[in-house]
T-cell receptor, first 112, second 116 residues
Framework: KQEVTQIPAALSVPEGENLVLNCSFTDSAIYNLQWFRQDPGKGLTSLLLIQSSQREQTSGRLNASLDKSSGRSTLYIAASQPGDSATYLCAVRRSNDYKLSFGAGTTVTVRA | EPEVTQTPSHQVTQMGQEVILRCVPI?????FYWYRQILGQKVEFLVSFYNNEISEKSEIFDDQFSVERPDGSNFTLKIRSTKLEDSAMYFC??????????????FGEGSWLTVV
């Protein structure tokens, strides 16, 4: 069974600081990994998708890395803004069944 | 940008009642999902659906749950006899299928179900 862990559970930073969010998974036989953003009481917004053959993906201020062999992914958010305040979820897709296994998320607060 | 839409956004129902949650996936997507998130817990997989049949389901998806694609645009989740523990946010999701799953999965805004 795939277990996905996100550390830290919560993070508070001043505006402008870079954010580093960690995700680890127990089964390295993955198809891909997807990072999502969730605002309180809202749906999941896809941020980045990294295929198992890739080492990183970038979109604007966001950069996600993947080290499949060690079961880790990191999401970097550069120059954080108050609008980045949300919960960030990591979800891993296994090679043999395709469903997403989610972490519990990291709740980020960016202070103005 | 195309999006997955879900209705209703909120529903309160009596225990034992039937509930239907509706979803309109992105129009050229072929793989559909339901996930749920109990308050304070992880998002968890319920069921995936492709080519008018269930392709995979979790142990949560027992006989009281069913899914249907009644027409070319809607995808529904039915809970036959709701229990208190069914209270959760239910997310519909869809994916563009290109031979194998593995593309970005897009989620809707969710339907918040409260069973009283």
């Amino acid at each position: 069974k795939q277990e996905v862990t996100q550390i830290p559970a919560a993070l508070s930073v001043p505006e402008g600081e870079n954010l580093v969010l960690n995700c680890s998974f127990t089964d390295s036989a993955i198809y891909n990994l997807q990072w999502f953003r969730q605002d309180p009481g809202k749906g999941l917004t896809s941020l980045l998708l990294i295929q198992s053959s890739q080492r990183e993906q970038t979109s604007g201020r966001l950069n996600a890395s993947l080290d499949k062999s060690s079961g880790r992914s990191t999401l970097y958010i550069a120059a954080s803004q108050p609008g980045d305040s949300a919960t960030y979820l990591c979800a891993v897709r296994r090679s043999n069944d395709y469903k997403l296994s989610f972490g519990a998320g990291t709740t980020v607060t960016v202070r103005a | 940008e195309p999006e997955v839409t879900q209705t209703p956004s909120h529903q309160v129902t009596q225990m034992g009642q039937e509930v239907i949650l509706r979803c309109v996936p992105i129009s050229n997507h072929l793989y559909f999902y339901w996930y749920r998130q109990i308050l304070g817990q992880k998002v968890e997989f319920l069921v995936s659906f492709y080519n008018n049949e269930i392709s995979e389901k979790s142990e949560i998806f027992d006989d009281q749950f069913s899914v249907e694609r009644p027409d070319g645009s809607n995808f529904t989740l039915k809970i036959r006899s709701t229990k208190l523990e069914d209270s959760a946010m239910y997310f519909c999701a869809s994916e563009k299928y290109q031979g194998t799953p593995g593309n970005t999965i897009y989620f809707g805004e969710g339907s918040w179900l409260t069973v009283v």
